[in-house]
């Protein structure tokens, strides 16, 4: 298994144009957040607390902590608090009386637009082309300039 830094080397060898990072910087994490949304409106059957039900998000999110944690010792933090962000998110919008999985929906198709786009000015096939995990290992490579800018090691 490779070790988190090269994950970061091989991630970040086709992501170096300003303009996909940026872009990247923008859709990353919309389509974390709307992945965690579709499967935040999947319910399971066992309640929590009084009115609130356990979804397969939560159970989702618990595993990619634990794979994020094997990753770097540091790393899964940031990710975990980014995942609670987005499950908060989800918790709002259906509040709201949106339909969560049509705005996830709306979301999912428009980064996945910039991230094409992106990726056509970079010149480069998107990192999960190669290999299916880099799909999560680019919210991880965005952490990891947060944690660099703050000074937290990986």
């Known amino acids: 298994m490779k070790n988190i830094q090269q994950w970061m080397e091989d991630y970040g060898a ?45 159970v989702l999110l618990i595993g990619l902590t634990v794979y994020y944690f094997f990753l ?41 637009i910039g991230q094409f786009y992106g990726h056509s000015v970079e010149g480069k096939k998107p990192s999960f082309v190669k290999d299916i995990q880099f799909l999560l290992i680019g919210p991880a490579w965005l952490m990891s300039f947060i944690y660099n800018r703050i000074g937290i090691s990986l």
Request: hydrophobic share 55%; glycine share 6%.
């Open 72 to 112: 770097s010792r540091t790393l899964w933090i940031g990710m975990f608090l980014f995942s609670i962000l987005c499950v908060l998110g989800c918790y709002f919008i259906e509040r709201s009386g949106l339909t969560l999985w049509v705005v996830c929906l709306t979301i999912f198709a428009l980064a996945w």
């Open 14 to 58: 086709s992501h170096q144009n300003s303009t996909n990072k940026l872009i990247h910087w923008i859709c990353v994490p919309f389509i974390f957040f709307s992945i965690t949304g579709f499967f935040y409106s999947i319910d399971i059957p066992i309640e929590v607390r009084e009115g609130v039900r356990l979804n397969m998000a939560i």
